[in-house]
Nanobody, 127 residues
């Protein structure tokens, strides 16, 4: 079992920045991928950024490219999402997720491949 706890959400004006953190604990040996997803009001959950925890390769969704950065601290097993240039359309509940499924390499942002999820943290961007 893997436990994920997010923090760092909040309210910010457009153009501002936030850093989300996700502390992972438990049996992480086979956690190959970690990712951030988000779900806006009335919208489907979408992948935002993912990282291969062993090699460090990353994948960023086009909608946030050049604004968001994902990173992973192997020592503390903490996942981060640095969000800059925030826009109102970035408002959503952001979820940290972990996958032990090696097929995730082919579908980074398929939520069905992620077995472990955090409780979510709200990000609200105002104009």
């Amino acid at each position: 079992q893997v436990q994920l706890v997010e923090s760092g959400g909040g309210s910010v004006q457009a153009g501002g920045s936030l850093r989300l953190s996700c502390a992972a604990s438990g049996d992480n040996y086979y956690t190959y991928f970690m990712a951030w997803f988000r779900q806006g009001s009335g919208k489907e959950r979408e992948g935002v950024a993912g990282i291969l925890t062993g090699g460090g390769a990353t994948r960023i969704a086009d909608s946030v490219k050049d604004r968001f950065t994902i990173s992973h601290d192997k020592v503390t097993n903490t996942l981060f999402l640095d969000m800059n240039g925030l826009r109102p359309e970035d408002s959503a509940v952001y979820y940290c997720a972990a996958s032990t499924n090696q097929n995730t390499i082919w579908e980074w942002f398929n939520p069905r491949l992620y077995a472990y999820w955090g409780q979510g943290t709200q990000v609200t961007v105002s104009t």
